[in-house]
């Protein structure tokens, strides 16, 4: 099981770079569909479905996420639909559970 890091202090290399270049493209398209659609009424559902993102719904509100890595440490782009409907931004890393960073 992979927690949160407390921000991205990644190596930058042109994969990586072209990764999270893909990555915010993907949700700016998102995001103009969701802003001019009327029938697009969550962001989230739009990324999982459209995007391939992953998807929940928890406490916290809905969430939607890729991640480039390995299942010991990676590196997400993460939206969120807060409760309130407010919508978040989030890119960290995250450790494997036994990891001390």
Same mark, same amino acid.
């Given at each position: ?9 990644? @190596?930058?290399?042109? =994969?990586? &770079? *072209?990764?999270?270049? $893909?990555?915010? %493209? ?8 969701? @802003?001019?659609?009327? =029938?697009? &009424? *969550?962001?989230?559902? $739009?990324?999982? %479905? ?52």
């Amino acid at each position: 099981m992979l927690r949160p890091g407390k921000g991205i202090r990644a @190596n930058l290399t042109e =994969e990586f &770079t *072209d990764y999270l270049v $893909e990555q915010l %493209g993907e949700l700016r398209e998102a995001l103009d569909t969701f @802003n001019r659609d009327d =029938e697009c &009424t *969550d962001l989230t559902l $739009e990324l999982e %479905g459209n995007y391939d993102w992953d998807r929940i719904e928890d406490s916290y509100g809905k969430k939607a996420w890729t991640a480039y890595g390995d299942n010991t440490h990676e590196i997400r782009v993460s939206v969120i639909e807060t409760p309130k409907g407010d919508l978040k931004i989030d890119i960290r890393e995250w450790y494997d559970g036994g990891s001390d960073n």
